[in-house]
């Protein structure tokens, strides 16, 4: 085990260092999905490049691995491990001028807040505490994609440190760049800077309808049709909530102002509650992310893309699953593309999708452990035949067993030769990392 001391003196880093026998330890070993227990020999929080590289020269001299973390919220901890964890949450400066330069810990909330103040606006996801890093490597889906495209789609250039070549620029035209606009995981090296191209801040309307769990199937048919075709200032999701109280509904953003809106307004009728309003971006976002918490209650997900609408049989078998089949909490949300998605370059394989599917199950303190996987393996069971074949990496999951094309596609041969070139000795190592060993 590394003590603290002799830590700081093999690391000699200025930022934090926290180990096992420092007070800090244990809060940090609080992961977001409580059914993640790293426990990790020590957190590293560098404060500039050198301290980065320094902490990789010491993992390679020491045999350690390195797990890189932003905002720590990768569903199944890949930013934990049982090595050095090296956390960028330190480096959060940002300059504006044409261009966004910016540290790469920031969290997506208080990024959202400092761009609205400058009246700059991003594709950024609604949960506070994503970090920017592991979003926009993973691609990044907001709900004003469709109009401004994924946040991987705003990169121009960004800064890593890797532990074969050191101090490394991904500019255009390079394999590097493209690989980390959307590959995910974090294989090749700590990126310690990003440079982005934001958006002028332009107002949103925010909507949402309710209907009866007796319309969930005439909405999700009706949906699927509407939403990946929708005029591309429209990105929305619907959501169906399991159990004993079931829901359907569907919300979103348009990407422009009420009159705009009322032309292009869309809800199946029946609805038992629906509402718009026109807002500043920031709003609507604070409003979706509601009272979000840094720890999730235990959780596990799958994800899949759909290429043709879901067959009314696989709707009628996904909505009987989520009513009569769920001792836990199950959620199935579909995040509509289409749009300006469909564009773009980048190592992410999932842009001629219609619509993103996620599958989550939650399960409270007093039920067992793996009641909500069973849940997920009979949906899986059920259902991914009726999908592409394709999942987002941002919302990861262990044990799938097709896993590098489910994520990567044909782009798997061309990553893992980048891995090869940038970390041949697999320092920055996870369950979902590129083994060459
Ligand atoms: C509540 C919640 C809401 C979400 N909403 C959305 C959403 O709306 N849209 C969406 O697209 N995704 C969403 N996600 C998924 C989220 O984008 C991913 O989980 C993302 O990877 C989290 O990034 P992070 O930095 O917080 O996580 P971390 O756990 O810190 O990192 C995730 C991965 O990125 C790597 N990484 C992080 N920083 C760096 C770095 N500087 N250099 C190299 N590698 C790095 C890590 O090693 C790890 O593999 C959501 C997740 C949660 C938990």
């Known amino acids: 085990m590394l003590g603290r001391a002799r830590a700081s003196q093999a690391l000699k880093i200025r930022g934090p260092l926290v180990s096992p026998d420092s007070p800090e330890y244990e809060t940090l070993c609080q992961w977001f999905n409580p059914e993640v227990q790293w426990r990790p020999e020590a957190f590293a929080f560098p404060l500039d490049e050198e301290e980065v590289a320094a902490c990789l020269s010491w993992a390679a001299q020491n045999g350690k691995s390195v797990a890189v973390r932003c905002g720590g919220h990768s569903y199944v901890g890949l930013s934990g491990g049982t090595g050095l964890v090296l956390d960028v949450s330190r480096l959060v400066d940002l300059q504006l001028d044409e261009q966004l330069n910016l540290g790469a810990g920031w969290k997506l909330g208080p990024l959202m807040s400092a761009l609205a103040e400058r009246q700059r606006m991003l594709p950024l996801g609604t949960c506070p505490g994503v970090g920017l890093s592991g979003y926009l490597l993973g691609g990044g889906y907001g709900l004003v994609s469709r109009a401004l495209g994924l946040g991987c789609d705003r990169v121009l250039d960004a800064t890593l440190v890797t532990p074969a070549l050191g101090l490394v620029q991904a500019t255009t035209q390079d394999s590097l760049l493209w690989a980390l606009k959307g590959s995910g995981f974090g294989q090749f090296g700590v990126v310690t800077r990003w440079r982005l191209r934001p958006e002028a801040l ?101 994800s899949d893309f759909l290429s043709r609408p879901l067959a009314p049989a696989a709707q009628g078998k996904l909505l009987k699953l989520l009513v009569t089949t769920a001792p836990c909490s199950p959620q199935v949300t579909f995040d509509a593309y289409g749009g300006n998605l469909g564009s773009g370059d ?58 590098k094309t489910a994520y990567f596609g044909e782009d798997w041969p061309r990553l893992v030769a980048l891995k090869e070139r940038f970390d041949p000795q697999g320092i920055l190592q996870h369950p979902l990392s590129f083994q060459r060993l």
């Open 346 to 403: 980048g190592a992410f394989v999932h842009r001629a999708s219609l619509a993103c599917v996620q599958a989550i199950c939650y399960r409270n303190r007093n039920q067992p452990p793996g009641v909500n996987h069973d849940w997920l393996k009979r949906y899986r069971a059920e259902l991914a035949g009726h999908y592409s074949g394709r999942a987002y990496q941002n919302y990861c999951e262990l044990g799938r067993s097709d896993w």
């Open 202 to 302: 332009r107002p949103v309307v925010l909507f949402r309808r309710y209907w009866p769990w007796a319309q969930a199937q005439a909405v999700l048919e009706r949906w699927l049709e509407w939403a990946p075709r929708a005029d591309a200032r429209i990105t929305s999701y619907l959501s169906l909530v399991g159990g004993r109280e079931p829901q359907v509904s569907v919300g979103g953003l348009f990407l422009g102002d009420g009159p705009e809106w009322k032309s292009l307004r869309w809800g199946p009728p029946g609805a038992l509650q629906e509402w718009d309003r026109s807002c500043p971006y920031l709003d609507a976002m604070q409003f979706l992310a509601g009272r979000s918490q840094n720890r999730s209650p235990a959780f596990a997900a799958t």
